[in-house]
């Protein structure tokens, strides 16, 4: 077993962000910290915290690492989707699990899109401006979620789009 030091040195050491955050949950969390009291430092869901440490807890760090990877590995698959269908555009690089991009026919197209998607109750996704574009924001990182769960809602966004 680790100890809190070895997760803040884990966390030190770390390039990646969202590994980064993971190591300081298990820090906070072998200092005994509550799992809400450790949501409120970093920001994030209670239910993202209760995942990591029951990750942590049934698997070992490989455990918890390899979750991440996965998301990453599913990340980029999805990401060569959307490069691949000629509708659509990524707008920003793409190191970890979130993936922003946009319908080619412009903002009020993307818009469209967007709002029939999170309407549909299919899947919900979030937007921003980038470089004064509208922009469709799609992120991997949710515990559950799975490959079949991204080709799936990949299929319902390129069936929506062709609806429009």
Request: glycine share 6%.
């Amino acid at each position: 077993m680790h100890t809190a030091d070895d997760f803040k040195q884990l966390a030190k050491q770390t390039s990646n962000g969202q590994l980064r955050t993971r190591y300081l949950a298990l820090y906070h969390f072998k200092n005994g910290e509550t799992r809400t009291q450790i949501a409120t430092y970093l920001g994030v869901a209670r239910g993202s915290v209760n995942t990591w440490v029951s990750n942590y807890l049934a698997h070992g760090l490989e455990g918890l690492q390899s979750f991440i990877r996965e998301h990453m590995d599913n990340t980029q698959k999805l990401k060569s989707w959307i490069e691949s269908d000629p509708r659509f555009e990524i707008v920003a690089p793409v190191p970890l699990t979130l993936i922003c991009f946009r319908h080619v026919g412009g903002d009020k197209k993307t818009e469209a899109l967007l709002n029939e998607i999170n309407q549909s109750g299919h899947a919900h996704l979030t937007h921003t401006k980038l470089n004064d574009q509208y922009i469709i924001r799609f992120s991997v990182g949710q515990p559950t979620t799975t490959l079949e769960h991204l080709k799936k809602t990949w299929a319902f966004i390129q069936e929506t789009a062709g609806e429009l």
